[in-house]
């Protein structure tokens, strides 16, 4: 008897269907599974065999068994196929109705002992799910509510193969489970540090404060123990709150990645990456046999964060310069080329010379001028120019460090950080656009009105500056940013002369 169960599978961070048709027929005993099947999928066919002898069902020793996972000329990863082809020999065998799977997705990997066990990428596939009509998805009780906050489809989570037979034989009995992912957004969960805990560094805060209301990228340059890292490390204690169109965008990065918590319905708060210098191209950007996310999509709506930045291996600097630009990276490999997003805020932070005190006002640097031309060499001319904000970072001298906190809190910055936000999700209300960072030169004409004074001043800086037209766009942005954060409608003088202000620390360290 031929039997047919619906599941889905992985391609990137997004799913496509998959059949499972088990055939049981003849006598001669054999189990196969085609369809360009991995090792863990091959696998199956013991769990399969045991989970459903050790559940107390009828398994075919005596029967030929035939898996197609179509469709076949796609190459089939994970242990998800396993309750799907499970489900079909019990279907094939009669021991339980083709009607009982109607509109039915079921996902999961299977124990020795029948027991469901969770898998990474539910939430691609319950999207799939509602967008192609099923109206019921069966996966393991850990993605549960992973599953059920898409919403539209009848999520039912199960700890065991006996459990699935008996929804399957009396769906009434059982209540699918439903989330909302307004009401887990709304939870923001209280965070450890806070902006109120740095002394002094008003200047650095309020770039730090454009950056977040913008989504700028920015470079943080001073001597150990200024600050940078305790600055940058308070950045996503005033960034906005995750939207539920974003909030799904990463959470089905973490997904497919293997890295939501067990159990966790969404991700809440924006990503906050920060690897260490010894990372691979690949770690940085992804990769492997068949790409997986590397930490520029695994940041994505969230921050990025390279400390120590001329440590980092340059050709590692140099392939974020594509994704910093585009806002997604492309990997090809023999088996596939796949493309994941990446729109993150970069936060660069690094010390002007190898001993780190070139500039200090207290204490001397022992470089000579070659070690430090090419301690800051690393940092190659393109990837500045992407950069839109550079800010010194300076030495606390003893009577703020001495001084109790007195800045403000983050709660009072993300507020304003909201309001511009605000203004952007109504100005970008019909383009796909998140905030200023992202706009293209066509909306920059749109967007960016100037004042006659202030576009003077920015044609002077520009020459004086010898800035690039990359540069000339990015100063735009942060100045739209500046604007919004003040209210204002157009971009005046005021904008223009701080936004240029942040482009200035490359002049002075790189010239």
Known sequence: MLAVVESAAIFGVDAYGVRAEV???????????????????????????????????????????????????????????????????????????PEQLLETVFIGELGLDGAVRPVSGVLPLALWARQNGRKRLIVPEAN??????VGEVDVYGVTSLTQVLEILNDPEFFVPVREDPQKILAHRQSSDVDFSDVKGQAQVKRALEVAAAGGH??????????????LARRLPTILPTLSVEEALEVTKLYSVSGQLASGAALITERPFRSPHHTISNAGLTGGGSIPRPGEVSLAHFGVLFLDELPEFNRDVLEVMRQPLEDGHVTIARAAASLTYPAR?????????????????????CSCSQQAVAKYLSKISGPLLDRIDIHIEVPRLHHDELTAPPAGETSSAIRERVERARCLQRQRFTRESLYCNAHMSARQLQRHCVMEPEAKSLLGSAITAMQLSARAYDRILKVARTIADLAGSETIGVAHIAEAVQYRTLDRKFWR
């Open 217 to 230: 990228n920015v470079l943080l340059l001073g001597s150990p123990g200024s600050g940078k890292t305790m």
């Open 344 to 364: 993150f805020t970069l936060i660069a932070a690094m010390n002007p010379c190898p001993c780190g005190y070139f500039g200090d006002s207290v204490r001397a």
């Open 23 to 97: 055939n049981v027929s003849g006598t001669v005993p054999s189990f196969t599974i085609v369809g360009l099947p991995d090792a863990a999928v091959q696998e199956s066919r013991e769990r399969v065999r045991a989970a459903i002898r050790n559940s107390g069902l009828r398994f075919p020793y005596e029967k030929r068994i035939i898996v197609n996972l179509a469709p076949a000329d796609i190459r089939k990863a994970g242990p998800a196929f396993d309750l799907p082809i499970a489900i079909g020999l019990l279907v094939a065998t009669e021991q339980l109705a």
């Open 144 to 149: 549960t509510r992973e599953a059920a906050i």
